[in-house]
T-cell receptor, first 118, second 111 residues
């Protein structure tokens, strides 16, 4: 059963602490997205990787957020230091573009990490 | 102007009716369009995608695309209470593989 796996599922932390979220994309998928979802803003794209290279991280606050893919089976999103406004559900999604690169990539979502910063 | 816009709803329809969900996008170079369904507390799941102008049918779902009007819609025929969820429209921009989502329309199907 191919699925995107995210850990942890829930995280409560104090303001100022470092938070690391992990994602295992579906085997064979070469595209990984990180999204943040809040009631007010909906799903916001934070970062996007293809073949482990970051292609777009313009949606990510650079001063405190960082995203990496140490290898093809692991993507990480770090927040340091965390702030209460970072409280949200963070989704990782993976996909495999069709042969025509101009067409979009279907994204398959993990179950998300619910982050609460107090 | 937001890149992808949807009416937040809630859209309420009776069981068995047709639910019509709409989405507009601002980037005329957008090429691929996706509909996702998200149940409360769950992750988005892909329902359909469409690339070409016109209609695409899959079971009770029909996606419609009009690139000239920059408009995408999703029709759900014979709506069921289990269709009650938030429906998210996503758009792929030209020459990029990222997906930009609208905020979603909440659909409620009343028995």
């Amino acid at each position: 059963d191919a699925r995107v796996t995210q850990t942890p599922r829930h995280k409560v932390t104090e303001m100022g602490q470092e938070v690391t979220m992990r994602c295992q994309p579906i085997l064979g998928h070469n595209t990984v997205f990180w999204y943040r979802q809040t009631m007010m803003q909906g799903l916001e794209l934070l970062a996007y990787f293809r073949n482990r290279a970051p292609l777009d991280d313009s949606g990510m606050p650079k001063d405190r957020f960082s995203a990496e893919m140490p290898d093809a089976t692991l993507a990480t999103l770090k927040i340091q230091p965390s702030e209460p406004r970072d409280s949200a559900v963070y989704f990782c999604a993976s996909g495999l573009p069709p042969p025509w690169d101009a067409r979009g990539t279907e994204a398959f979502f993990g179950q998300g990490t619910r982050l609460t910063v107090v | 102007q937001k890149e992808v816009e949807q009416n937040s709803g809630p859209l309420s329809v009776p069981e068995g009716a047709i639910a019509s969900l709409n989405c507009t996008y601002s980037d005329r170079g957008s090429q691929s369009f996706f509909w996702y369904r998200q149940y409360s507390g769950k992750s988005p799941e892909l329902i359909m995608f469409i690339y070409s102008n016109g209609d695409k049918e899959d079971g009770r779902f029909t996606a419609q695309l009009n690139k000239a009007s920059q408009y995408v819609s999703l029709l759900i025929r014979d709506s069921q209470p289990s269709d009650s969820a938030t429906y998210l429209c996503a758009v792929n921009k030209r020459s990029q593989g990222n997906l930009i989502f609208g905020k979603g329309t909440k659909l409620s199907v009343k028995p």
